[in-house]
């Protein structure tokens, strides 16, 4: 009896109800039983999970703590949070769940990028927190911490290499959490790039990009590390519209592929779902409306308008795609505003004539008040 999943069930019903573990009780779960740890730390559980439909497309969002309370003498304080921490929502589902703090206690820095690794063979999800800035002097931080979903605790990560920068281009692919551009302290834009292998917990070096690239938007399409826009030092703020894919199977960067983006355009909003195929599609905001666009055509492929961007939530801070063609926008209806999480959905209907015709609507959910802050960084991981 010691050996069963749970006691009096066939084996296969009682791994069915395992498999239902919501993400956020896989760590109790974890720990009821030697027999439930290894079964939810086994690479077949979570490939049956997933073939179950019970792993969910979560977002990890770096958010701005919840104001105080308006009652009392500390009322004046309300509102005024530059405290962040890191939440879990399920846009499908609608679930939100805090995830524990920090093991330093110092907070969750300031413009952190953040990425979810596959580790175990890539049948384990893992959060990694990269950079930022200390939330107490503002001083930029090579700091790294791992947050392991079946444990549910944290790690502190080896420190990020070379000059401590800000404001770099992120994005994890398979195990790896790449990192490019940005700016040193001298407010000096790189070119330099590093990667950070989560199972080893190292860090080792790329070869540099071709041009500098401050404040450029890190992507993964079809397994590549892709940099998009960015500006060098001497052009402050004047965004290029060129991007460069690194390949880690070649181990080095591709040609610059131009005008993904307009000249001038920010790529803050850029976004690709995950995806292990060749085929992906970026997303970006572009003139109130969501676009989109053949993210393996270097630099030929358009930009087409997907959906118009509602009234009440066009102040978006966060874009995420999560796979499906199902996109999520996080978001008010002017800036300071209360944040409301839209997700957009595809279904197929027939037209008139019969014919099959594909219909979008943003669906629209309040966030409650205590995960309704301001966010500043996301990144789609499945769990």
Known sequence: MDDELIPGLPEEVARECL???GFDQLPAARSTSRRWKAEVESPFYHRLR?????????????????PLAAAGPANKYAGLSTSYRLVLHDPVAGGWAALPPLPDGGGLPLFCQLAAVAACGGERRRLVVVGGWDPETWAPTDAVHVYDFLSGS???GAAMPGPRRSFFACAAAGRWVFVAGGHDEEKNALRSAVAYDAEADAWVPLPDMAAERDEARGVCVGGRFVAVGGYPTEAQGRFAGSAEA?????WAWGPVQER????GTCPRTCCA???????ATMYMLRDGHLAARDATNNGGAAWRAVASLPEDGRAVTALAAIGDGRVVAIGAGSHGGEQAVYLLTTEESGDKNGAAAAAQSWARAAAPPEFAGYVQAACCVEV
Do not use: K, S, T
């Open 260 to 263: 993904v983006l307009d000249e």
């Open 19 to 21: 498999l239902r573990v």
């Open 154 to 156: 944290w790690r502190r």
């Open 246 to 250: 690194f390949d880690p199977a070649a």
């Open 50 to 66: 997933r073939a179950r439909g019970m792993a969910r497309p979560l977002l990890a969002l770096a958010q701005a703590e919840p």
């Open 273 to 279: 779902a995950p995806a292990p195929a060749a085929g």
